[in-house]
């Protein structure tokens, strides 16, 4: 069998998407395709619009040689096609298959659905991802150095900070910048001074780097007051409209990363994801910490999925 | 004269609402009005809808004897009847008639505004105010150990902590917590599991002194990880939908006093302001600090704006 045969089907099922990769037995793209059909923007309501999604992006895949499919995100939560229970961390990541759950098509095609993670510290509070657990599965296939010790983040609207010993999931944190900022910008007094007005590329990171190193500042409970900073530092004329969003950024993401690595315990920090937010948080890692990240890693889900499906014994 | 005799009208004039106060001349608060003629809701445009609602409030106690009328808050902000510049910390309360600005109305009647301060630490970020220092001055008149030193807090959208040196404003600090508590209570995905169900008073209780001892545990930039437990100990069910929003308010507010409490040095804090939001800040300072506040005072404006006309020489 070449490697351009398709060998497996991987889906990595969010909220909001439903992305697809057809994938060779060794685990190479050979085609990727998305739609919005989420699992809260289904075509239809119920079990039907999960095989209605599942049929439109990917049916033509399954009409030659029947190949395994699996699939990981919040198609496994409850909202989803059948629920997956969390599996407690410490978790080995080559053993997600074991709490999987499958489901059935009416047209008889079984679908292998990956478990989310639950980190449940002594005193502390619960932390839960669903997707993630795919994404870092992904990120650490082929690096066994990291397998034995790093720190994955993933930045987005509830970044993840897993902490990986010896290729499990020690332990992970949520946290809610991403959100924050989007409120902070869209339905907050912060958000009436700052513009869209053009503005240079090196201002801009100039007021992302101002606040980055104001969060490098803080004391335990400082965020709230350093925020207003940038209502008056906007009121006052000393930063102008167009970089507020910029500097409050750089306070919120400074803040994460004063926090996370000091739970990172000096381990190489791999982040994932794609684009500007990446890009931006390896900045933040560079000034807090002097050290950049050891690797940004765009999109781990069909590296993750692969490595699920093999675990599984589907390949 | 009697301690009866109108001497002075004061006006609270802020952003959303207007309160009037008919005060003797020793201080007395003969008659109060409000009215939702705020500087952002008068009953008409421009210079003339500060008259119109000015009037409609308290036309009538000018109709005998004439006396002076003082005004603090946002009606002299930019946005304003007039504009009064902000002044600087360190700031004498005593002095605020330095720096006050004069309206008169086509009527002929003169109204003495009060200026806001700034304060512009050495290496920080600038404050502002207006309408606090007006309610500080309230706070500290007659109260000489309070005026040598204390620290004034008033909870609130944006809670200012005041630090009070030798009858002076030394410097201030703006807390965002009732803002962000309100953005993620109504906005973030922390809102969607929190109910009204009704809930013993009790169990909403110890939801707040809960979020207030995990506030106590924050390293620096830790807030945006620890807010996330509001959901994940709902979702595993840890705390029920009725108490969430204790627990959310009892974290930020947690966290804000113990930045707070860092920069009061150990001085007397005073809460001024009304109702449940200063019980609980009340409670909070308890909780982390073995202390509660000196005293709690609900409504320090007429005194304050009394002190600021007897201070201009009007009384």
Request: a negative charge; charged letters at 15%.
């Amino acid at each position: 069998m070449s490697d351009t045969t398709t060998a497996l089907i991987a889906l990595d099922w969010g909220t909001s998407s439903l992305r697809g990769f057809r994938l060779s037995a060794s685990g190479a793209v050979l085609e990727t395709r998305a739609s919005g059909h989420g699992i809260q923007h289904l075509p239809e309501p119920g079990e039907a619009g999960f095989e209605a999604a599942f049929s439109a992006l990917c049916g033509d895949w399954l009409e030659g040689a029947p190949v395994p499919v699996v699939a990981g995100g919040m198609v496994g939560s409850a909202q989803g096609w059948r629920e997956v229970p969390y599996l407690a961390c410490p978790t080995p990541l080559a053993g997600l298959h074991e709490a999987a759950e499958r489901v059935i098509t009416r047209a008889g095609v079984e679908i292998l659905l990956a478990p989310g993670l639950i980190f449940e510290p002594e005193g502390g509070t619960p932390e839960v991802m669903r997707g993630e657990e795919i994404q870092i599965a992904g990120t650490l296939a082929g690096q066994p150095d990291w397998q034995a010790g790093s720190t994955i983040v993933l930045p987005g609207t509830h970044c993840k900070w897993a902490d990986i010993r010896g290729g499990s999931v020690a332990g992970f944190a949520t946290y809610m910048t991403g959100e924050l900022f989007a409120l902070l910008r869209g339905h907050s007094i912060l958000g009436r001074l700052m513009s869209d007005a053009p503005t240079g590329e090196s201002d801009r990171a100039d007021a992302f780097a101002r606040g980055i190193a104001l969060a490098a500042e803080a004391g335990p409970g400082d965020l709230t007051r350093q925020i207003f900073s940038t209502r008056t530092l906007g009121l006052t004329g000393q930063l102008p409209g167009g970089v507020l969003a910029d500097y409050c950024s750089g306070l919120l993401i400074g803040h994460e990363i004063v926090s996370g690595l000091r739970g990172s315990d000096g381990a190489p920090i791999v982040l994932v994801g794609s684009g500007a937010l990446c890009t931006r948080y390896a900045e933040a890692l560079r000034q807090l910490s002097g050290q950049g990240p050891a690797a940004i890693i765009e999109n781990p889900a069909p590296a993750g999925l692969h490595r699920f499906a093999r675990d599984a014994g589907l390949l």
